[in-house]
């Protein structure tokens, strides 16, 4: 029979074994960065780059999170308007715990948040996570286009694609209907309820769709153009691979598979994305890759916890 300290103990294992786990991981992460190259590498490429540069990167890409709050906001109007403190702490806890939990499990604490704070339903909330994802994945997927747009040698054929591309959201919400009426009827018994969960998580009018697909088009290519500078300050060329290594990064934290904190999958999508996009495959091109990967990783983390902590002092400062 276990002893009432024995089951506390394991009690408590079990609660924090997500962020145990993630703990573990940024551990061994980080003495894998120290043994092959050295802390100081690292923080001397930072060096080079400047504290100006650094301190804008970060200023601009919390500024994204602003952005992501009030897509939310004006998503749910009713239930969140007159609470934009607190739906920024909730959107900030939200962002924070997709980084640091793996397989993308940080995204279920989302329409719980919300039902808690808001009492929006759970499957609301769940649903128009999935919209917003959908959006989001666009939207990215549009911010690399800028990179292939910029080594294409058919400079305006490129563009002209790229922009037909930009635009396919509308042209799929202007037909929504017919459209999920068809892949009501096409696809199998089992995969009609995402068809029915995505009717549900639309917004409610062509206003409110134009309003979340501009904000994630500019958050997106907000949060790309800052990255893909950053790589460009670290030395990581082309440009075209500059993007590459920002959309790569990015795609990595939006596919299910997710280390805990991105670790070691994160700076492997920026390096796959720069290769991808033009990088030279030279040894020493690589190994400054590599650590430029890791310098814009620890960018994303420290802005991440950057707007948690504003976050959390904003709404103090409201209570």
Same mark, same amino acid.
């Not at 290519?221 to 082309?238: D, E, G």
């Given at each position: 029979m276990k002893t009432p300290m024995v089951a506390s103990r394991q009690n408590w294992f079990i609660r924090n074994r997500m962020t145990l786990l993630t703990l573990a991981v940024v551990l061994a992460y980080a003495a894998f960065i120290e043994w092959f190259w050295g802390w100081g590498s690292i923080l001397a490429q930072w060096g080079k780059v400047g504290v100006p540069p650094i301190l804008l990167a970060l200023a601009l890409l919390t500024s994204t999170y602003f952005l992501r709050t009030w897509r939310i906001y004006d998503y749910f109007p009713k239930e969140t308007g007159g609470h934009f403190t607190a739906l920024f702490r909730v959107t900030q806890v939200h962002n924070l715990l997709n980084i640091m939990m793996p397989f993308r499990t940080g995204e279920t604490s989302f329409p719980v948040l919300m039902r808690s704070e808001f009492g929006i339903p759970l499957a609301r909330g769940t649903s128009a996570l999935f919209v917003m994802r959908l959006l989001d994945l666009h939207a990215l997927l549009a911010a690399a286009g800028v990179g292939l747009a910029l080594a294409s040698p058919y400079g305006a054929l490129a563009w002209v694609l790229w922009f037909a591309f930009l635009l396919l959201p509308v042209a799929a919400f202007i037909l929504r209907r017919p459209l999920l009426k068809f892949a009501g009827k096409a696809l199998p018994k089992k995969a009609q309820g995402l068809v029915? @969960?995505? @009717?549900?998580?639309?917004?409610?009018?062509? *206003?409110?769709?134009?309003? %979340?697909?501009?904000?994630?088009?500019?958050?997106?290519?907000?949060?790309?153009?800052?990255? %893909?500078?950053?790589?460009?300050?670290?030395?990581?060329?082309?440009? *075209?691979?500059?993007?590459?290594?920002?959309?790569?990064? @990015?795609? *990595?934290?939006?596919?299910?598979?997710?280390?805990?904190?991105?670790?070691?999958?994160?700076?492997?999508?920026?390096?796959?994305? %720069?290769?991808?996009?033009g990088a030279p495959g030279l040894k020493d091109a690589l190994d400054n890759l590599a650590q430029a990967s890791i310098s814009a990783h620890l960018l994303i983390v420290v802005s991440a916890l950057t707007g948690t902590a504003l976050a959390l002092l904003i709404s103090r400062k409201h209570n």
């Open positions: 029915h @969960e995505l @009717e549900r998580g639309m917004p409610a009018n062509a *206003s409110a769709f134009a309003r %979340a697909w501009l904000t994630t088009v500019v958050n997106w290519l907000v949060k790309v153009l800052v990255l %893909a500078w950053a790589l460009r300050l670290m030395n990581v060329t082309p440009l *075209s691979a500059s993007f590459g290594g920002a959309v790569g990064g @990015e795609l *990595s934290s939006v596919l299910p598979v997710h280390a805990p904190g991105g670790v070691g999958t994160y700076p492997a999508g920026i390096t796959a994305g %720069a290769i991808a996009f």
